[in-house]
């Protein structure tokens, strides 16, 4: 079974871009997106991914990623996938031993910024950088999949 180990946090200043490694932008689409399961597209540069996730609450969930041609990656994104579609750029920012992955939202989600460590097990130790804000982890809000029907423009 693949296993995704991640945390999630809010940013709360800009030093993390003076360490920048790498950039790429990603627009995501869902299929179906409900209280057990996601199916999403995923674009970046020029390749197209189909990922299934269980919406399991916290640090760790079931999740499978294949890579699918582009042109039908396109083609799910613009006409099968619910909208707004995600549109953001991930910065991967290394500090200490792990590779952060900085999100930093567009569109609808404009001027959302979320930090993401993926991790090789549960329970397993890590530094947190200066940047770092508070800990989102288990606020349901901030997952990719809810972003999409409720974009962080309508938060008050």
């Not at 946090?9 to 997106?33: A, V």
């Not at 189909?50 to 890579?67: C, M």
């Not at 090789?120 to 029907?149: C, H, I, M």
Request: aromatic residues 10%; glycine residues 4%; proline residues 3%.
């Amino acid at each position: 079974m693949a296993l995704e180990i991640e945390h999630k946090f809010l940013i709360k200043n800009n030093d993390w871009k003076e360490n920048i490694q790498k950039s790429s932008d990603y627009k995501q689409g869902y299929l179906i997106s409900d209280k057990t399961k996601s199916i999403r597209v995923r674009i970046s540069d020029d390749k197209a991914w189909l990922n299934i996730k269980s919406a399991t609450i916290g640090t760790s969930r079931q999740e499978y990623e294949y890579e699918i041609p582009l042109t039908e990656g396109v083609e799910i994104l613009s006409s099968l996938c619910e909208k707004p579609i995600i549109e953001k750029t991930r910065h991967l920012v290394p500090y200490k031993q792990h590779i952060w992955e900085i999100d930093v939202f567009n569109g609808d989600n404009n001027g959302l910024i979320v930090a993401e460590i993926e991790l090789s097990e549960v329970g397993e130790a890590f530094l947190k950088p200066a940047w770092l804000g508070d800990e989102v982890t288990e606020d349901l809000r901030y997952y990719n999949n809810n972003l999409s029907k409720n974009p962080y423009k309508n938060w008050e």
